[in-house]
């Protein structure tokens, strides 16, 4: 577990939490509402009078167009090309070999590296075996490049059915301006309709939630395809309801399955990035009460020539030194005011929570794989636990419940540290999911 531990910590230290491209915010400090264009234009970098350049085939402006009026801002988000695929990734199969039994019979067993930088996201799409061995549907293009969404907005949810592989040979532009500002640097905008609607009456209320959230969240979220249409959608509708508990409750009273397992037959569900949902949904995070936004934390302020400006390279917290010591400080007056002092006892504290969460997903997940394989031995056995039985029916239930709260921690990416307390919780309901199937089929 030890080797674990350190990649997937270091993944979290790497900045897989958020992206939001946020022209004009100041570090680590909850925002006036970034609605108002003018309290965007106060901003150093948002003061200027600068012409939009011309858009692409998609009505998107690309980052690199934005470069001559925004230089510090497109520099810090070039600085995202260190964090490429060739930089050292891992392969969670290998990590995690009860993966292979958790996914079977599902795109992720055929291969799942650790991401890389969101500037890749658009070439990691095209080159994973989950569309390269597998053929998938358009959708899985969303939030993969600005030029698939603005195609949704202007088309409808009518190309969400066509094939991947006859769809994605049009798009060029990763991850960038467009995501969060549309084409417009000094607003903050949700391109994605259906987060939007997701959102309930909180869409667009800076006050429920900082904009530099939401536009971070209406990626950074857990999504499925839906049965009929196959468009991107959310599970619930407002705050309230994006919890665990609610989400499972939605699949369940939908009957929406992504998978059946090849080994048990149980109907599967795949979470994929719940940070919105960790971080804002339900009690909210501690964070997120005090009203700090995605990108108060994961993006920082800049002074050099081009003067005051909002870093676009999207990194954790605990690598940037001079927001721990003018922010975090304000909060943690227990630590020490050297930035290294306090630096140190942050990535304790985050530490101590990762390796905790890390200790206990370990644990589950070698235990949920034995529970597959119980199921598995039950059912091509027969006799008590005959196949189409309710009891083979109840022993999938408890593995679709452990899946999912389970993997709601997996891919949340942060390791505990947005919201320790509802992740624990998540994982003791994995937890005794897995026992409960064990213990029927003792």
């Not at 990590?95 to 996914?103: G, K, V």
């Not at 993969?144 to 040979?169: H, M, R, S």
């Not at 249409?229 to 499972?248: H, Q, V, W």
């Not at 909210?284 to 990108?295: E, N, R, V």
Request: contains cysteine; hydrophobic residues 30%; negative net charge.
């Amino acid at each position: 577990m030890t080797k674990v531990k350190t990649n997937k910590l270091a993944l979290w230290t790497a900045s897989l939490c958020a992206f939001g491209m946020v022209a004009g915010l100041a570090a680590c400090a909850p925002q006036a509402s970034t609605n108002d264009a003018t309290d965007q234009k106060a901003d150093n970098a948002a003061t200027q009078q600068v012409e939009t350049p011309e858009a692409d085939e998609f009505g998107v402006v690309t980052a690199e167009s934005w470069k001559d009026a925004y230089p510090g801002q497109y520099a810090t988000y070039m600085e995202n090309e260190s964090n490429s695929p060739d930089s050292g990734k891992h392969n969670y199969l290998e990590l995690y070999p009860a993966l292979n039994t958790m996914y079977k019979g599902y795109a992720f067993a055929l291969g799942y590296d650790e991401a890389s930088s969101h500037v890749y996201a658009l070439q990691s799409v095209k080159e994973t075996p989950r569309t390269t061995q597998k053929e998938q549907l358009a959708g899985c293009i969303t939030c993969k490049t600005p030029q698939f969404t603005a195609l949704v907005n202007a088309e409808g949810e009518g190309i969400y059915k066509e094939k991947f592989n006859d769809t994605i040979g049009q798009f060029d532009e990763p991850i960038s301006c467009y995501n969060c500002h549309e084409n417009d640097p000094s607003t903050l905008t949700l391109t994605h309709s259906y987060f939007v609607d997701s959102l309930g009456d909180a869409a667009n209320d800076d006050d429920q939630v900082p904009m530099g959230s939401q536009v971070c969240g209406q990626c950074h979220n857990e999504y499925y395809f839906d049965g009929d249409t196959k468009a991107t959608s959310n599970p619930y509708t407002g705050l309230d309801e994006m919890t665990p508990d609610a989400i499972l409750a939605y699949y369940d009273e939908s009957g929406f399955k992504d998978w059946e397992h090849a080994d048990t037959l149980a109907p599967m569900i795949k979470v994929q990035h719940p940070e919105f949902e960790t971080n804002h949904g339900g009690d909210q995070s501690p964070m997120a009460k005090q009203g700090y936004s995605c990108s108060d934390c994961h993006m920082g302020t800049v002074s050099d020539d081009n003067g005051q400006y909002t870093s676009h390279n999207w990194i954790s917290p605990l690598e940037n030194a001079q927001l721990i010591e003018e922010d975090c400080s304000k909060c943690h007056d227990d630590l020490e005011t050297k930035v290294k002092g306090i630096q140190a006892e942050e990535e304790e504290r985050v530490t101590a929570i990762s390796e905790k969460i890390e200790e206990l997903t370990g644990k589950i997940a070698t235990a949920y794989a034995d529970e597959i394989a119980a199921i598995k031995a039950a059912k091509d056995a027969g006799g008590e636990v005959p196949a189409a039985s309710e009891e083979l029916a109840a022993l999938q239930k408890l593995q679709r419940n452990a899946q999912f709260y389970w993997d709601f921690v997996m891919v949340e990416n942060s390791e505990g540290a947005h919201n320790s307390k509802l992740t624990f919780e998540t994982l003791d309901k994995a937890e005794a999911a897995v026992d409960e199937g064990l213990a029927k089929l003792a």
